[in-house]
């Protein structure tokens, strides 16, 4: 039997998300597997997977703000705006200045309208648009708000007709990293997209506990966050006296204590509950941990 709780994958290009969580399901021996988050083939890096309850929590890890590190490549564009795609146009960028760079950048922190990549995993009309994209259609994608909290321009190269720009950024969930590369290849006039890119952080979940496949496969038990610490990790705490876990055993409601938040509530045991919410004077579950 698996042990529930997070695992915290460092994913190796090549793979997609699924094919993380695949691979899980064996390591972990249970169907029950998903992801909090996906990353594109081509990227490295933090993935969040749950296993068994542990899957009831990537709702909250979904939501979570992300790090990550990447390259952008200007003076040629892709369609997919990532290395993994087709070259659609080629201009010469010699003539960008790092100055026009970080300008360009600049712009494109704070809470932004951003219109997502084509070749991505979002839904019209129940068809995945890089499905339509593969099929040929044309595909516009309405912008969306998102936030970059911080962009920092890190080593800018330069070989003939490119510009190859590190980059490190600090975003809200929903915000595509290609297209930041896309963008700033339109603002500079040469066009541009992603060539690598490696997740850093998702929400506190960062590249320093995260282990690759191969790590996880040497264990006895791949799952490196049991439930109690990944919720202790994902919430405020509140601990419960015998009483009032038997309330939550049975669905109840308890009286609030002034948490804003959804906070993680454990018994006596030191076992998590559930994750609980305030609202008009009651604190009520919101999700049950508990095992049935």
């Known amino acids: 039997m698996a042990t529930t709780g997070l695992v915290i994958v460092d994913k190796p290009a090549g793979m997609t998300s699924h094919d993380v969580v695949a691979r899980m399901r064996r390591l972990a021996r249970t169907r029950r597997v998903g992801h909090g988050g996906t990353l594109d083939p081509m990227a490295t890096g933090v993935l969040v997977l749950g296993v068994e309850r542990g899957t009831k929590l990537l709702t909250y890890v979904i939501g979570s703000r992300k790090g990550y590190t990447g390259t952008i490549r200007l003076g040629q564009s892709t369609i997919t705006d990532d290395a993994e795609g087709e070259l659609v146009t080629a201009v010469p960028a010699d003539d960008v200045s790092d100055e026009a760079v970080r300008a360009g950048l600049a712009t494109m922190v704070g809470l932004i309208d951003q219109v997502p990549s084509s070749v991505s995993a979002i839904k019209i009309k129940g068809v995945r648009s890089y499905s339509r994209v593969r099929a040929g259609e044309s595909v516009d994608l309405p912008a969306r708000p998102i936030t970059i909290h911080r962009l920092d321009v890190g080593e800018i190269r330069r070989s003939p007709g490119l510009v190859d720009v590190d980059v490190s950024v600090e975003c809200s969930s929903g915000t595509y990293i290609r297209a930041i590369a896309r963008d700033l290849g339109a603002l500079t006039g040469v066009g541009g997209h992603l060539t690598a890119l490696r997740r ?48 939550i055993s049975h669905g109840g409601p308890l009286s609030p204590v002034g948490i804003e938040v959804p906070y993680a509530v454990y018994g006596p045991s030191g076992d998590v509950l559930a994750v609980m919410v305030e609202k008009a004077g009651r604190a009520k579950p919101e999700l049950v941990l508990a095992p049935a």
């Open 200 to 247: 850093t952080a998702v929400g506190g979940f960062t590249l320093a506990e995260a282990r690759t496949l191969d790590e996880l496969a040497e264990l006895d038990d791949p799952v490196n966050l049991d439930l109690n610490t990944a919720a202790e990790r994902l919430f405020p705490r509140r601990d419960l006296d015998e009483a009032e876990a038997k309330v």
